[in-house]
């Protein structure tokens, strides 16, 4: 089958970006339709479309053959291109030569020759020869042949050199001289990227390759903080531009490895690997093989060898599973394959001891933190080749943490074991973890299962925490009879942090049967014995406890948050950081039954400043959350955004299974929104519905009420942003995810918002459904009757133009059927009405209540409501061919309303369209 060019131009116009098989398919054909056709530029067009994407997607070498087909198409027919096919031509062979530097199977002998061509081609047509230079540049330092790479270089600056700020040129001037490694280079690189670092040279495009560059050398000459602030704005800048080189990513990797953050290093590197294996640039794969042999093999010296990961990375594919020492040998070998590969090519042996002395370097810094509270990771045993028992113990140890998901890792390892030992240590963590009603049986069963083998100690710990299961269930007498007895048999054989832990829930119950009793006493001997042993994870559950009692005895509010904030201070010295978090958040609780924001705000400020030196970072994030959702609720939004977007940032760094993120995503979004920067709050709430959406592919979401307000934020920012069908489709999206998530309230804000923006999208029809589904939801929702009237009255007002007139009627009755409360019920009646009126011819009688409607309800301080009386009113009068009077009555009207009510938007289009009407034209001469 033939296409016409225009055809094939609709085509190739309507291609999206990607580089995806579909894409690059259709690009392929669209080639060879032109190629039949003869529509040569077309088809020199799609084959460049069609080689970046061949670059982009890691397969350069896919490019070389479309290049050299369009070199030879240009230079057969040269009068079927024109100066934009030669152009183009020129830089992509500049391109395409330098790439070549990075195959090692090219030899540099080929390469040299279409230099050679280069120059010829270049200088025949009187063009400048500094993409020839640059070109022989590259190739010197693939090769490190430094002499021949200042050859080229200087040649490079004699031809024009680096463009006028031009971020690529001015990387290049730091990229060669980081690379030549000796001082004096370094000295002279660190000058020249001085001003990029103060701020006194920006560019077009983000300097994150500048400083992705530079960080090694910055991070021992700068302050700690300063580096981190540099760390973060280069990693935005990544995310917001690209795509980029392997190199850049790689280099990132290498960075965090060396200087302590060896898990983010890790983190990224597994997210990288899934793209890796279809990388075929050899140069990007022997850079990033490097960088990532570098972090696994720290985290192999850490002790993490064992340790199994997904032989590629990809979520959701199946791949055998190796260990991190054979992922770190695997990708060693592959880093030095390559680099002798390049060597046997350039005759020298740079690249493999530019590699090899990587692979050996030492950390820059011993932990450098990148974010505001970060703080080293303590590495654990890995769960591969623990012996049962060790496996067991650190199972418990993390659940009691609140680590629940790395705990199930060890569980899983252990299986069913034949020491009986273990196996009651594995039936008491799964009966832990059930948290049902199986949980108490089973924590006896495996109670008398630890006694049987002679495991006492554990035995009696199993029913203490049977007694508090039951303390948690609120059944308290109970719980003091089941606890009684092992806490005697502990005060007698058991630890004293095992005591203290039993007698922390004996004082729970005792406070909470007595209140007066003796549960205060033993709580505060419980406080003094742990600071005395120096458990802080004891000392944080007695504190937390002496908090509840304090705030029941109405001891003061100051009394009770010291309390709050020395337990999150002493669980996050134990580890215990989801329970440190848990807390943190009942004092936010504590302050907000009575909205004492500043209370809360000065509480939070101590609790940061006493809070431990190796605080983890979920302590930190969740303590910056909080502050943040106190300042949005105390008004201080520009403040809560800073808060929160750390916070949010924070949490998506860090690698904890079963912790929900997206409600950080939604605060801050709705704080955008609060401060009316809908870019933003698009941008946030966009990110975290999407995510969303790929969640509930896997089943319900665990947080749908919170994703209701997300999806809530995506539709208002929509409409503010005038992108209105996608707004109304976000509101008939949230109508379905609010009452999955029994949210009717947002479903009914849903329906009424969706129902507006259908009258101004000009389908009435539609806009009644909405309107009619809001009022029958109200039914459901307690609303004051002026809501329930008002969603009445804009039902009519649809029907009336959509032409169904019989359903306004109908619906017209409905309004006035309800109750009248409000001293604006007889003028929302009226306006319903006359539009019924007016579609039934009776214009006279439609004006005069229109009329009255409007006044009234201006009156009453309804604008945006009077404003619709006001435009339909202007209607009327435009039918009576009284232009005059419609648009006085619309002026009027504007100079009422607030600029920011949508209702303004369609007074200001019809009075536009009147005046437009009625200015005199000029005169034909």
Avoid at 691 to 718: C, I, K
Wanted: aromatic letters at 8%; one cysteine or more; glycine letters at 6%.
């Amino acid at each position: 089958m033939s296409y016409s060019e225009a055809e094939l131009q609709t085509r190739y116009r309507a291609l999206d970006s990607g580089w995806h098989q579909a894409a690059l398919d259709e690009l392929t054909e669209i080639i060879a339709h032109a190629e039949a056709g003869g529509y040569h530029r077309l088809a020199f067009r799609a084959r460049r479309d069609l080689a970046d994407r061949h670059c982009v997607s890691g397969q350069w070498e896919k490019g070389f053959p479309l290049f050299a087909r369009c070199l030879a198409d240009f230079d057969s027919r040269p009068a079927d291109f024109g100066p934009h096919e030669e152009y183009s031509l020129r830089s992509w062979y500049v391109r395409t030569v330098t790439t070549m530097a990075e195959y090692p199977e090219i030899s540099v002998e080929q390469v040299t020759g279409l230099h050679a061509d280069m120059r010829r081609r270049f200088a025949a047509h009187g063009h400048s020869l500094a993409g020839l230079h640059t070109a022989e540049r590259w190739l010197a330092f693939v090769r490190g042949d430094w002499v021949a790479e200042e050859n080229a270089y200087r040649q490079w600056h004699l031809a024009g050199g680096p463009r006028p700020n031009d971020m690529w040129d001015f990387e290049n001037e730091i990229e060669r001289l980081v690379h030549r490694g000796d001082p004096a280079s370094i000295e002279r690189a660190l000058a020249l990227a001085e001003p990029v670092l103060d701020g006194r040279l920006t560019f077009a495009v983000t300097s994150a390759p500048i400083e992705a560059h530079m960080l090694p050398f910055w991070a021992t000459r700068l302050p700690p903080e300063r580096v981190a602030e540099i760390f973060q704005r280069m990693d935005r800048g990544f995310d917001d531009g690209g795509p980029w080189r392997y190199e850049y990513p790689s280099k990132i990797i290498e960075f965090l490895a060396l200087t302590g953050n060896e898990e983010e290093a890790f983190d990224r590197y597994q997210r990288r690997m899934c793209h890796f294996t279809t990388l075929s640039r050899p140069y990007g794969r022997m850079e990033f093989a490097t960088s990532s042999a570098v972090a696994l093999g720290r985290l192999v010296s850490l002790g993490r060898g064992p340790e199994a990961v997904p032989c590629r990375g990809c979520a959701g594919k199946k791949h055998p599973t190796k260990t991190l020492s054979e992922r770190y040998f695997e990708l060693r070998t592959e880093a030095l394959a390559l680099a002798a590969k390049f060597d046997a090519r350039n005759g020298t042996r740079w690249q493999t001891e530019q590699v090899t002395r990587r692979l050996s370097a030492a950390p820059i810094l011993e932990f450098l933190p990148l974010r505001p509270g970060a703080r080293p990771v303590l590495h654990r045993v890995s769960p591969i080749g623990c012996p049962p028992d060790v496996a067991v113990h650190a199972a418990r140890w993390l659940f009691e943490r609140g680590f629940v998901h790395e705990a199930d890792e060890y569980v899983e390892l252990v299986g069913e074991s034949t020491d009986a030992a273990v196996a009651a240590g594995i039936l008491e963590l799964k009966a832990r973890r059930a948290g049902d009603a199986t949980t108490l049986p089973r924590l006896r069963e495996a109670a008398a299962a630890f006694t049987a083998a002679g495991e006492l100690l554990r035995g009696d710990l199993c029913l203490v925490v049977a007694a508090n299961r039951l303390r948690v269930e609120k059944r308290w007498a109970e719980a003091l009879e089941e606890l009684s007895a092992p806490l005697e048999r502990l005060r007698d054989r058991a630890d004293p942090v095992s005591i203290g832990h039993a007698e922390v829930i004996m004082a729970a119950l005792q406070f909470q049967l007595e209140r007066d009793g003796s549960g205060y006493p033993l709580l505060e001997d419980v406080v003094r014995r742990a600071e005395v042993i120096g458990d802080p994870r004891l000392l944080g559950e007695a504190r937390y406890q002496l908090a509840g009692m304090r705030k029941w005895r109405d001891d003061g509010a100051q009394s009770v948050a010291a309390e709050y904030i020395a337990a999150v201070c002493a669980l996050a010295a134990g580890g215990a950081d989801f329970r440190a978090r848990e807390v943190l958040n009942k004092l936010g609780d504590f302050f907000g039954r009575t909205k004492d924001w500043p209370a809360l705000l000065e509480s939070l400020d101590r609790c940061e400043a006493a809070l431990p030196p190796h605080a983890g970072r979920l302590v930190i994030a969740g303590l910056r959350r909080l502050r943040g959702e106190t300042l949005h609720s105390a008004g201080r939004d520009k403040e809560a955004l800073v808060e929160l977007s750390f916070a949010a940032y924070e949490h998506d760094a860090l690698d904890i299974h079963g912790m929900s993120k997206r409600a950080d995503w939604v605060k801050l979004a709705e704080v955008c929104a609060a401060m009316g920067d809908w870019e933003q709050a698009n941008r946030h709430s966009e990110y975290v519905c999407a995510w969303a959406d790929r969640a509930r592919r896997n089943g319900p979401l665990h947080d749908a009420a919170t994703m209701v307000t997300g999806r809530s934020v995506l539709a208002d920012s929509l409409r503010e942003l005038g992108r209105l069908d996608g707004a109304v489709s976000e509101y008939h999206t949230l109508v379905d995810e609010a009452l999955a998530a029994d949210r009717r309230p947002s479903a009914l804000y849903a329906h009424s918002q969706a129902g507006e923006l259908l009258l101004r999208l000009g389908r009435p029809g539609a806009a009644a459904t909405d309107f009619r589904a809001a009022a029958e939801l109200s039914a459901e929702v307690p609303q004051t009757p002026r809501v329930l009237r008002t969603l009445r009255m804009k039902e009519v007002i649809a029907h009336v133009r959509a032409g169904a007139v019989d359903a306004a009627e109908v619906a017209l009755e409905r309004a006035r059927a309800v109750e009248a409360t409000d001293p604006d019920h007889a003028a929302r009646l009226d306006l319903a009405a006359a539009h019924v009126l007016f579609a039934r011819g009776h214009t006279a009688a439609a004006l005069e209540q229109t009329v009255r409607a409007q006044e009234t309800l201006h009156s009453a301080g309804y604008h945006a409501v009077a404003g619709m009386a006001s435009l339909f009113l202007a209607q009327q009068h435009l039918a009576a061919a009284r232009a005059d009077l419609a648009a006085t009555v619309l002026r009027s009207s504007i100079a009422r309303l607030s600029r920011h009510e949508p209702v303004v938007t369609e007074l200001s289009a019809l009075l536009t369209s009147i005046e437009a009407k009625r200015r005199p034209q000029p005169k034909e001469e």
